[in-house]
């Protein structure tokens, strides 16, 4: 699924890119699904970084990266555990093999 930046509120570090390259990597022919959501991980976690230099640079006293792993983790265990339909449909989708012969 597509994620809009409008989506994700506009004071808080995007996640949306991550969606987005997350869902094209299922959609590659061959991709492995677990490198798909290791990569996901990843720049969710890079995001989190982010919202934490967001939070010191406005003076914030709370500590965002904590909840935002917690986050992390949920979303990553959600993929993993929950994404195979939708990896199975984006790579059905994406390994077309052509019929019959070459026309090279």
Do not use: I
């Amino acid at each position: 699924a597509v994620v809009s930046p409008q989506s994700t509120g506009a004071y808080l570090p995007q996640v949306a890119p991550c969606c987005n390259t997350h869902d094209v990597c299922y959609g590659t022919c061959g991709s492995g699904k677990a490198s798909c959501d290791v990569q996901f991980r990843e720049c969710l976690g890079r995001v989190c970084g982010s919202a934490e230099q967001v939070v010191r640079a406005v003076g914030g006293k709370f500590d965002v990266r904590e909840m935002c792993d917690a986050a992390v983790n949920g979303v990553h265990a959600v993929v993993q555990t929950g994404g195979c339909p939708a990896y199975r449909t984006a790579q059905k989708e994406a390994c077309v093999c052509a019929s019959g012969p070459s026309e090279l």
